[in-house]
């Protein structure tokens, strides 16, 4: 198949890419390049990866392409705070906007990458993906609003899917520091102590990022009335665990002690998450990674490449890098590049 990648230059796409040309697609690219230059190990140029928003794409842009894989977001909760228009700008009206296009040009699929973000504040019971969402913050809320919307295009001609991922770990060239399996990793390898933000009781769901490739290739590649208008949580059972657990596993791995931040503000997204559907519908579906292997995975990458904590710290931190960008003057307020 001939698949548009957008958001290909960030954290999963950097992953993504080459895990779908390995499998035998032809990949096209298409991001703003926030992250260009912070490469955390070589980044694949050997693509035609084209750079531009999402919200400027035209039909005549997306021609030709047997599916979309739509990756490119403001992919967190802070970014998401400081500016809450800009967040639904992107994900929710420009991954809608894109979902027109892609259905205009005659593009049969559209992947969607969601979140388990839009369960949110879910209680003590497994969300599937038939439950209610309880998004606690604009991001969440971004990706529930571009779900409906995507949804009222589906039609026999054009299917989209939702795959909620789980917060996910592991190495890329485009590391992102701001996730929580990452981030513990990187306090322990560059300060010596596994710095916990919250008290660490939350329940998260989480996955590493070639089983998300794994997701999508399986997402791409099954039969269309398999996938049409479906949500898939994505991430396995065994991996749904609380944040101390996760603490606790990089102090043993790495020998770091675990300590609480000052002010450690309580974390509001707590849930449990079923992905039995996945597993189900999808038997292409086979999660090949557990949190104790990302974390060697990731300890491993960090130490062999000298990992600092000031870069750590700055570089590899969405918020950080937005910011720097804004007061550069290369990104409006609604992150446009100017
Ligand atoms: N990483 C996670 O834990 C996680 C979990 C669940 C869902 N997701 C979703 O997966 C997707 C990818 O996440 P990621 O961690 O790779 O994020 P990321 O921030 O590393 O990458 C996002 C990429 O999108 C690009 N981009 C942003 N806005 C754009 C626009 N308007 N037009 C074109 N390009 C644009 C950026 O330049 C960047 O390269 C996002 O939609 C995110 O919400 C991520």
Known sequence: MKVLVTGDRGYIGAVLVPF???????V??????WYDGCDFGPFTTDYESRTGDIRDQTPADLAGFDAVVNLAAISNDPVGHLNPEATYAVNAHGAVHLAEVAKAAGVPRYLFSSSCSLYGAAGDAPVTEESEFNPVTPYGESKVIAEQLIGKLADDDFSPSYLRNATAYGSSPRLRADIVVNNLTGTAITRGEVRLQSDGSPWRPLVHIEDISRA?????EADRDVVHDQAFNVGRDEDVVQIRTIAE??????????????????????????FGKIGRLLPAYAPAWTVP??????????RDRRLSATEFEHTFVRLDRITYLQRAGRLDELLRLV
């Open 28 to 33: 096209v690219g298409l991001d703003a390049g």
């Open 249 to 274: 596993g990089v102090a043993e791995k790495t020998g770091a002690p675990v300590t609480f931040a000052e002010g450690a503000s309580p974390d509001k997204r707590d849930y449990r998450v079923d």
């Open 216 to 220: 999508f290739l399986s997402v791409l």
């Open 20 to 26: 779908l040309r390995a499998a035998g697609h032809e």
């Open 293 to 302: 292997l990302g974390i060697d995975e990731l300890a491993r990458d960090m």
